[in-house]
């Protein structure tokens, strides 16, 4: 299928995320910090109060985590990364990673206590993690989007025990909106208040949108059942690319593109540039303190057929969105995707005046 192996890609995602914390450090000067880049007041015996601007990311050696990792950098965040493998660890060691305002913890993804000890120190958590088929081949598997359920729901009740975490950035993905069944008879809008439906997707084997749709119910309702107030907000990404993807993000590529041949036909084959993706999560995560809530669609190109074309053989999948030999224009699109509320967001700060997911009956 043209996937890279895990270990090669583990090098490469640690070798990119060394250099974007290389570019991120240079011209900051040194002050001293605690263990995170951040003071912490004593408070008893622990849970600390956060004086800096401390957050944890999930998955920050992954392509979507590491240009977030940059981005937060950029910014003059302390980031500590979440490393859920030996394999992971040793990568940023290797590489020479942890500096310049990083540094790791491993933790189990499925243990509370785990996460609360990642977490504790943190003012905000980025839960970018997923999980992939570690053979680069599937991608996603039916078994796998159990295990995302699980963790999703570890990383929110963990975020809410751990009392220095206060917000929560959750990546999900637009194929969480996009599966639903379409009305042959009219141009439906997909936006924020859509969800996937869980019992098409099972009909259509379709595991990568299955986990992703869970999951991101599933931090939801997590959120809703936690003792203190934790502000959540969800992030949901079309297809990444950007520099190096169809190397450095092919697993799950190749995941997101099962019933790719249908999305293309509806209009709702989009990519969005891993840079853009980043940008859009840090302004999230800042304007949570004041507005920013509920769901965020992420996208900012639809595929043509040449695109598709191109994005097939990078990919090294022939024939997933086009058919071997097609030559004529699809029909005109079906589904009109917007990303409006995102785009007010980033552009004019203009306050959430819908979403509130916490209290939703699942269609």
Known sequence: MGAMGRSEGAVAEAEALRKAILSGCRGRSARKTGPVGVRRSRDGDGGGRVEGRAVCVTGGVSYVGSALVDRLLDRGYAVRLLVETQEDWDKLRETETLWGGVSAVMADMTDMDSLCRAFDGCAGVFHTSSSLDPGGISGYSKHMAEIEVRAAERVIEACVRTESVRKCVFTSSLLACTWRQSDPRSRRVVDESCWSDEQLCRDKKLWYALGKTMAEKAAWEAAARGRRDLKLATVCPALVTGSGFHHRNITASIAYLKGAREMFAEG??????????????????????????????????????????????????????????????????????????LFRLMNSGRKCTFDVYSDLTWN
């Open 268 to 341: 709702l084959l989009v990519t969005v540039d891993v840079e853009k993706l980043a940008r859009a999560h840090v302004s999230i995560y800042e304007a949570m303190s004041s507005h920013a809530c509920g769901r965020y669609i992420c996208y900012d190109r639809v595929i043509e057929r040449g695109e598709a074309e191109e994005l097939e053989r990078r990919l090294g999948i022939p024939s997933r969105i086009l058919l071997s030999g097609e030559t004529a224009a699809p029909c005109s699109p079906s589904s009109e995707l917007s990303n409006q509320k």
